[in-house]
Nanobody, 122 residues
Framework: QVQLVESGGGLVQAGGSLRLSCVAS????????MGWFRQAPGKEREFVAA????????SYADSVKGRFTISRDTAKITLYLQMNSLKPEDTAVYYCAISSNWGRQPATYPYWGQGTQVTVSS
């Protein structure tokens, strides 16, 4: 089994920044993709960003491109999401996930964290 624990969420004003972290433990993959997803009330879970094990491949949702940056510490199996220029529409529960495959669909990821709330006030 894999355990993922997110942290770093909170309340921030529009235009502000937050940095989310996600630490993975338990079973390890030889290579893996880690991703961030988010889910707002009444909406489906949506892709935010993903990064490959090598770090050579990154992918972002159009809605966050240029504002959010995904990164990882391979040695610590820790994932980060730096969120700048936050908007009220970024308000959601943010989840990290890990998979042995590359993808932007939630179904690609078998392991999930419990989520961390991000609230952006206008």
């Amino acid at each position: 089994q894999v355990q993922l624990v997110e942290s770093g969420g909170g309340l921030v004003q529009a235009g502000g920044s937050l940095r989310l972290s996600c630490v993975a433990s338990g079973r390890t993959f030889r290579t893996y993709t880690m991703g961030w997803f988010r889910q707002a009330p009444g909406k489906e879970r949506e892709f935010v960003a993903a990064i490959s094990w090598s770090g050579l491949s990154e992918s972002y949702a159009d809605s966050v491109k240029g504002r959010f940056t995904i990164s990882r510490d391979t040695a610590k199996i820790t994932l980060y999401l730096q969120m700048n220029s936050l908007k009220p529409e970024d308000t959601a529960v943010y989840y990290c996930a890990i998979s042995s495959n590359w993808g932007r669909q939630p179904a690609t990821y078998p392991y999930w964290g419990q989520g961390t709330q991000v609230t952006v006030s206008s």
